[in-house]
């Protein structure tokens, strides 16, 4: 089973509010907003489809996922959620879009394999599963559809009638009569009539009457009005789609999340930065032997790194040829002049595909290292193992460029490796141009779904005669005696952090481009020419690395994060025994307490008996068992959501369900790992007999025909008695006397080790000159949707132009390397985590006026207020209200007042003190 990483937790986390809060409110787009904001990021217009068989109504979002963030894995755990959180079903088909042939063959087979990660996660978010293509499912029984999810695995052109397959799809097939027996009366207009003008036993009727979830993978491929009309005749219950470019203009995207390249590099999964190299055309031959060299120093490198962690990697190298007719020729040229094995050289153009024989190329049997192509690899071809892409072509398409360095993005294992050369990706090209050849690798990992900022912070340029391994920042090693190492570390600090000395391991780093005068005085500490020499060499290719970055190449201040300044910040804790924990959740609910006591009634709006309508007047169990419907109306209140509620309803048939059966099934879908099961149940049997009695039910089965609306109310009223225990037992902590609450110097995070991962960066003009991590923040708008000044924004200003502040964090919420808080309800983060020039820290929490007063904003002062007076004055809290920054200057003028004190001097959180720890393992949302 592949773990879930924290930002794919993240996604489905986005996905299941979405679905929720649609399924109860019965509006996506003001849903679509409300997750937006939750998640803190910018506000999308949400854009309904318009298109036949497509109701405005329908949920429609897109998650977009870059290479290698896993959209795969995501869409089985999507698929699962749309199935419950949604539809409220038990079983429901799913209806799965791929991009070509190639990919469905490779989809179905992972999805049907009982080994495979993929069959396991749909499995363990769907229940049971059966996987067909879409030939298979011409063949479809109604005891399939009736008895699990069923998975139809399919191209958008299998539903359009010029394809053969698409005309099966809509010709009658008497396989497809079982399935139109006792159809609800409600539904039959839905269905498209035979020419005796009743329904037609066909597959599109069946997948119509119901409702798929659709499951679009790689979604740019499927956006055009055809494809919108093709989906309409399924008549599906939602979209999400699945890519790494969302459309923006005709017909776009609704992106509920966005994951950003720095999420993926912090969870291991791709290999960052792209390291360039470009000759020119009539330095092709070099470029060639480079690349062959380069490649062959990692494999000696993985080699080590085998022996170390015990993970096998062949690094492979794809090799871009001029036409196809030359790639038999090149083989021959790697044979002859650079002594490559034949059976180490492997050829994918147009027919000739040699990889279709290699059955594991990350086997260690497997002898592959290099891959000969011309436009494109072999669609859904995916290997790890492609670390150096040599493009020998002087002119490529951007469809080409594009298909091969997304080729090159995975990291093996989604794990980092301990030498960091293996944790980044190579491409040599042929070009006169270096700004030609970085325009084409930025649109390239554009169309993989990195952001253009991403795209120019990834590629990492390379100047003329340099091989790429270790730069940026460049250290050197040297000999014993080669440097004068107390004359350099004197000079490396007056440069403020531009150099760094490690005398111990024999290593200079140059951190930032440094000018000619900071040049000649490192430069002066060696003691040969070679050692001057070599230091010469890694200050210009930092210098050229910057300039290729867009910057100027000038020198500049390193930021503190660059200069490894430690950014130490304590945490919350709990004393237990003399042990420190983290003031978390199950703090609060470790005292007894007795859900079967409280009240069990439930909200006077519930009703099981008054459904959402849609088109229909009334759902209800028959005396032999059956569902039955009565007299079918529009409704003044109908809408997409409570429609498709009733459609399942219908298709759900009876049980014969008791009211201990009905009890065990909630206890099952209700979340309650901090309530024993002794106690739920009676909580749950008091709730239901408590409806029954008040609506005079006397069928146990009525209640269970709208069980998934049930357990929302009897889970939200549990939530009720959970957050007012909660509650008393968060204010016992945070104001009585004998708390154990404590801030100490053994539990704190330092930025210094943490990974910054922001999902987006601020692109504003103002220059931010004490951010820890550079001047772009994370996750700081600037402008509001109607163009004023963010207030947020306002406030990061005030914060960096401060002089009693020696740099500051825009503090990202809901990320594990974060600084946090616990409130009664969730986790708090403040906006703005600074390090005073006295050695304090000051945490912000920025609110605005409207919301000053509000009960979470009263839970976080509280909080944030026994933060910093636990921590013996150590720790500032403020949070100003609105654009009134009195209160950050208030503390931070008692904060200077102490400038004198021992504190001070010896700065509070010195690292002697507090241990570098590794991130804070993030929670969920409460």
Same mark, same amino acid.
């Given at each position: 089973?592949?773990?879930?990483?924290?930002?794919?937790?993240?996604?489905?986390?986005?996905?299941?509010?979405?679905?929720?809060?649609?399924?109860?409110?019965?509006?996506?787009?003001?849903?679509?907003?409300?997750?937006?904001?939750?998640?803190?990021?910018?506000?999308?217009?949400?854009?309904?489809?318009?298109?036949?068989?497509?109701?405005?109504?329908?949920?429609?979002?897109?998650?977009?996922?870059?290479?290698?963030?896993?959209?795969?894995?995501?869409?089985?755990?999507?698929?699962?959620?749309?199935?419950?959180?949604?539809?409220?079903?038990?079983?429901?088909?799913?209806?799965?879009?791929?991009?070509?042939?190639?990919?469905? =063959?490779?989809?179905?087979?992972?999805?049907?394999?009982?080994?495979?990660?993929?069959?396991?996660?749909?499995?363990?978010?769907?229940?049971?599963?059966?996987?067909?293509?879409?030939?298979?499912?011409?063949?479809?029984?109604?005891?399939?559809?009736?008895?699990?999810?069923?998975?139809?695995?399919?191209?958008?052109?299998?539903?359009?009638?010029?394809?053969?397959?698409?005309?099966?799809?809509?010709?009658?097939?008497?396989?497809?009569?079982?399935?139109?027996?006792?159809?609800?009366?409600?539904?039959?207009?839905?269905?498209?009539?035979?020419?005796?003008?009743?329904?037609?036993?066909?597959?599109?009727?069946?997948?119509?009457?119901?409702?798929?979830?659709?499951?679009?993978?790689?979604?740019?491929?499927?956006?055009?009005?055809?494809?919108?009309?093709?989906?309409?005749?399924?008549?599906?219950?939602?979209?999400?789609?699945?890519?790494?470019?969302?459309?923006?203009?005709?017909?776009?995207?609704?992106?509920?999340?966005?994951?950003?390249?720095?999420?993926?590099?912090?969870?291991?999964?791709?290999?960052?930065?792209?390291?360039?190299?470009?000759?020119?055309?009539?330095?092709?031959?070099?470029?060639?032997?480079?690349?062959?060299?380069?490649?062959?120093?990692?494999?000696?490198?993985?080699?080590?790194?085998?022996?170390?962690?015990?993970?096998?990697?062949?690094?492979?190298?794809?090799?871009?040829?001029?036409?196809?007719? &030359?790639?038999?020729?090149?083989?021959?040229?790697?044979?002859?002049?650079?002594?490559? &094995?034949?059976?180490?050289?492997?050829?994918?153009?147009?027919?000739? =595909?040699?990889?279709?024989?290699?059955?594991?190329?990350?086997?260690?049997?497997?002898?592959?290292?290099?891959?000969?192509?011309?436009?494109?690899?072999?669609?859904?071809?995916?290997?790890?193992?492609?670390?150096?892409?040599?493009?020998?072509?002087?002119?490529?398409?951007?469809?080409?460029?594009?298909?091969?360095?997304?080729?090159?993005?995975?990291?093996?294992?989604?794990?980092?490796?301990?030498?960091?050369?293996?944790?980044? &990706?190579?491409?040599?090209?042929?070009?006169?141009?270096?700004?030609?050849?970085?325009?084409?690798?930025?649109?390239?990992?554009?169309?993989?779904?990195?952001?253009?900022?991403?795209?120019?912070?990834?590629?990492?340029?390379?100047?003329?005669?340099?091989?790429?391994?270790?730069?940026?920042?460049?250290? +050197?090693?040297?000999?014993?005696?080669?440097?004068?190492?107390?004359?350099?570390?004197?000079?490396?600090?007056?440069?403020?952090?531009?150099?760094?000395?490690?005398?111990?391991?024999?290593?200079?780093?140059?951190?930032?481009?440094?000018?000619?005068?900071?040049?000649?005085?490192?430069?002066?500490?060696?003691?040969?020419?070679?050692?001057?020499?070599?230091?010469?060499?890694?200050?210009?290719?930092?210098?050229?690395?910057?300039?290729?970055?867009?910057?100027?190449?000038?020198?500049?201040?390193?930021?503190?994060?660059?200069?490894?300044?430690?950014?130490?910040?304590?945490?919350?804790?709990?004393?237990?025994?003399?042990?420190?924990?983290?003031?978390?959740?199950?703090?609060?609910?470790?005292?007894?307490?007795?859900?079967?006591?409280?009240?069990?009634?439930?909200?006077?709006?519930?009703?099981?008996?008054?459904?959402?309508?849609?088109?229909?007047?009334?759902?209800?169990?028959?005396?032999?068992?059956?569902?039955?419907?009565?007299?079918?109306?529009?409704?003044?209140?109908?809408?997409?959501?409570?429609?498709?509620?009733?459609?399942?309803?219908?298709?759900?048939?009876?049980?014969?369900?008791?009211?201990?059966?009905?009890?065990?099934?909630?206890?099952?879908?209700?979340?309650?790992?901090?309530?024993?099961?002794?106690?739920?149940?009676?909580?749950?049997?008091?709730?239901?007999?408590?409806?029954?009695?008040?609506?005079?039910?006397?069928?146990?089965?009525?209640?269970?025909?709208?069980?998934?609306?049930?357990?929302?109310?009897?889970?939200?009223?549990?939530?009720?008695?959970?957050?007012?225990?909660?509650?008393?037992?968060?204010?016992?902590?945070?104001?009585?006397?004998?708390?154990?609450?404590?801030?100490?110097?053994?539990?704190?995070?330092?930025?210094?080790?943490?990974?910054?991962?922001?999902?987006?960066?601020?692109?504003?003009?103002?220059?931010?000159?004490?951010?820890?991590?550079?001047?772009?923040?994370?996750?700081?708008?600037?402008?509001?949707?109607?163009?004023?000044?963010?207030?947020?924004?306002?406030?990061?200003?005030?914060?960096?132009?401060?002089?009693?502040?020696?740099?500051?964090?825009?503090?990202?919420?809901?990320?594990?390397?974060?600084?946090?808080?616990?409130?009664?309800?969730?986790?708090?983060?403040?906006?703005?985590?600074?390090?005073?020039?006295?050695?304090?820290?000051?945490?912000?929490?920025?609110?605005?006026?409207?919301?000053?007063?509000?009960?979470?904003?009263?839970?976080?002062?509280? +909080?944030?207020?026994?933060?910093?007076?636990?921590?013996?004055?150590?720790?500032?809290?403020?949070?100003?209200?609105?654009? =009134?920054?009195?209160?950050?200057?208030?503390?931070?003028?008692?904060?200077?007042?102490?400038?004198?004190?021992?504190?001070?001097?010896?700065?509070?959180?010195?690292?002697?003190?507090?241990?570098?720890?590794?991130?804070?393992?993030?929670?969920?949302?409460?």
């Amino acid at each position: 089973m592949i773990a879930l990483k924290d930002y794919q937790e993240r996604v489905l986390g986005s996905l299941r509010d979405f679905f929720r809060l649609c399924s109860k409110s019965g509006h996506p787009g003001a849903t679509f907003q409300a997750v937006l904001t939750h998640n803190g990021s910018p506000q999308m217009p949400y854009v309904p489809v318009h298109a036949a068989g497509l109701a405005p109504g329908m949920p429609y979002v897109c998650l977009r996922v870059p290479t290698g963030g896993g959209k795969t894995l995501l869409a089985c755990y999507a698929a699962g959620l749309a199935k419950h959180e949604l539809l409220h079903a038990e079983r429901a088909v799913v209806l799965w879009l791929v991009p070509s042939n190639t990919i469905l =063959d490779q989809t179905a087979d992972a999805l049907r394999d009982p080994r495979h990660p993929y069959r396991r996660a749909l499995e363990l978010s769907c229940g049971a599963v059966e996987v067909l293509t879409i030939e298979e499912a011409l063949r479809l029984s109604r005891a399939s559809v009736d008895g699990q999810t069923v998975v139809i695995v399919a191209t958008i052109q299998s539903f359009r009638v010029e394809d053969t397959t698409g005309r099966k799809v809509y010709e009658q097939n008497g396989a497809f009569a079982e399935h139109l027996l006792n159809v609800p009366a409600d539904r039959l207009a839905d269905l498209l009539p035979g020419a005796d003008g009743k329904p037609k036993p066909s597959l599109v009727n069946v997948l119509r009457l119901r409702r798929p979830i659709v499951i679009v993978d790689e979604a740019h491929n499927a956006r055009t009005d055809l494809s919108f009309a093709t989906l309409g005749n399924v008549m599906p219950s939602c979209i999400v789609e699945f890519t790494a470019t969302p459309a923006r203009e005709k017909n776009p995207s609704n992106v509920l999340h966005h994951v950003s390249a720095a999420e993926l590099k912090a969870a291991d999964m791709i290999k960052l930065p792209l390291r360039v190299v470009a000759r020119h055309p009539s330095q092709r031959d070099q470029l060639l032997a480079e690349a062959i060299t380069l490649r062959a120093d990692l494999e000696r490198v993985a080699a080590a790194e085998a022996q170390a962690t015990g993970e096998y990697l062949r690094p492979v190298m794809l090799l871009q040829a001029e036409r196809v007719d &030359a790639c038999e020729q090149l083989r021959d040229r790697l044979a002859s002049e650079f002594g490559v &094995a034949k059976e180490q050289v492997k050829i994918s153009v147009g027919v000739l =595909d040699e990889l279709k024989n290699v059955k594991d190329i990350t086997s260690p049997k497997c002898p592959v290292r290099f891959i000969i192509t011309v436009q494109k690899l072999r669609e859904g071809w995916d290997c790890p193992f492609a670390y150096v892409l040599c493009s020998l072509k002087e002119t490529r398409s951007a469809t080409a460029i594009e298909q091969i360095v997304g080729r090159i993005l995975r990291l093996p294992g989604a794990q980092t490796k301990r030498h960091p050369d293996l944790n980044c &990706a190579y491409a040599f090209s042929v070009s006169d141009s270096l700004p030609e050849v970085l325009n084409e690798l930025r649109e390239a990992l554009e169309s993989n779904g990195f952001t253009t900022a991403e795209a120019e912070r990834i590629i990492l340029p390379m100047p003329q005669g340099v091989l790429p391994l270790g730069v940026q920042p460049k250290t +050197v090693t040297f000999q014993p005696g080669e440097i004068d190492y107390p004359v350099a570390q004197f000079h490396a600090e007056v440069m403020g952090g531009k150099v760094r000395i490690d005398a111990e391991k024999g290593e200079v780093t140059i951190v930032v481009p440094l000018d000619k005068h900071e040049t000649d005085r490192l430069t002066a500490c060696a003691k040969s020419p070679a050692a001057k020499a070599k230091l010469e060499e890694a200050v210009a290719l930092v210098h050229e690395a910057e300039k290729a970055f867009g910057g100027s190449g000038q020198t500049r201040t390193p930021s503190p994060y660059e200069q490894r300044l430690d950014f130490i910040v304590p945490k919350l804790c709990v004393v237990e025994n003399g042990t420190l924990f983290e003031f978390e959740s199950t703090f609060l609910l470790e005292h007894p307490w007795q859900l079967s006591a409280k009240d069990a009634s439930l909200s006077d709006s519930y009703s099981p008996l008054e459904r959402p309508a849609g088109k229909a007047g009334l759902v209800d169990v028959s005396r032999n068992g059956k569902v039955e419907t009565s007299e079918i109306r529009e409704t003044r209140n109908a809408d997409f959501v409570g429609a498709l509620h009733q459609h399942v309803l219908q298709l759900g048939g009876a049980a014969d369900w008791t009211l201990e059966g009905l009890v065990a099934w909630l206890d099952r879908h209700i979340d309650h790992r901090d309530i024993p099961i002794g106690e739920s149940a009676e909580f749950l049997r008091k709730a239901v007999r408590g409806l029954m009695a008040k609506l005079a039910i006397s069928d146990v089965g009525v209640l269970a025909l709208d069980k998934f609306r049930l357990r929302d109310e009897i889970e939200a009223r549990i939530q009720q008695h959970r957050n007012n225990e909660r509650n008393g037992a968060f204010q016992r902590f945070l104001f009585l006397s004998d708390s154990m609450l404590a801030v100490r110097e053994e539990h704190a995070i330092n930025f210094k080790t943490m990974t910054y991962e922001p999902s987006w960066l601020y692109q504003g003009s103002f220059q931010f000159k004490k951010h820890y991590f550079g001047p772009k923040p994370g996750e700081l708008p600037d402008r509001t949707r109607t163009g004023e000044p963010a207030e947020e924004f306002t406030c990061a200003q005030f914060v960096d132009g401060r002089p009693e502040v020696k740099f500051w964090v825009r503090n990202l919420p809901r990320k594990g390397t974060s600084f946090r808080l616990l409130t009664s309800k969730d986790w708090f983060y403040p906006d703005f985590v600074c390090q005073l020039t006295d050695g304090r820290v000051l945490a912000v929490a920025y609110k605005g006026r409207h919301l000053y007063d509000a009960a979470d904003a009263e839970d976080k002062r509280a +909080v944030g207020a026994v933060w910093a007076s636990r921590s013996d004055g150590r720790c500032l809290f403020v949070m100003p209200k609105g654009e =009134d920054f009195g209160e950050i200057t208030k503390a931070l003028r008692l904060s200077r007042a102490s400038q004198t004190s021992p504190v001070a001097a010896n700065g509070p959180f010195a690292p002697a003190s507090y241990p570098e720890r590794g991130s804070p393992a993030s929670s969920p949302l409460m």
